[in-house]
């Protein structure tokens, strides 16, 4: 085996064992995308949130996805691509996207671990870090976008 595979093999078992700590932890139930190093799980804040854990291996990266419970219809993503841009020109942590083939809103944060480990503190946080901001601005997107009323 390489240097450099070693080297991934490390980073990701750093990963691995940071976010299976927060599981624990959290008692999250996670299922596995098959044949990738994804899993999803339901997270709660002020409505319920479909969440993905992801693993880039090769990059060394741990990523936290939340999506908003909503998708915006066709004939509205100009609209919200200005809304997402918006808002995302003052978050110092993370972003929002916005897929324009489906219509799908994310909140997203990463972590590039290459070279380290992954403190779990720090991947809990950014799971707290996803959900706080899907609380924040989901209503802001709301306001702006015509997305159906999600109640809260």
Not at 87 to 114: M, P, Q
Request: charged share 20%; proline share 5%; aromatic share 8%.
């Amino acid at each position: 085996m390489s240097d450099a595979q070693e080297s991934i093999d490390r980073t990701v078992e750093s990963i691995q064992a940071a976010i299976t700590q927060v599981v624990l932890d959290r008692g999250w139930g996670l299922t596995q995308i098959p044949g990738k190093l994804i899993w999803s799980l339901e997270l709660q804040g002020e409505r319920t949130y479909q969440c993905y854990i992801q693993i880039e291996a090769d990059e060394g990266q741990a990523l936290f996805y939340g999506i908003v419970p909503t998708t915006v219809a066709p004939d509205a993503r100009t609209e919200a691509a200005v809304a997402v841009t918006a808002i995302n020109y003052g978050l110092a942590v993370g972003k929002f996207e916005l897929d324009l083939t489906d219509g799908e809103v994310r909140f997203s944060t990463g972590i590039d671990v290459r070279g380290t480990t992954l403190d779990p503190v720090v991947y809990a946080r950014m799971a707290d870090h996803t959900i706080e901001m899907l609380d924040a601005y989901t209503p802001t997107l709301l306001e702006r976008i015509p997305l159906p009323d999600l109640g809260g």
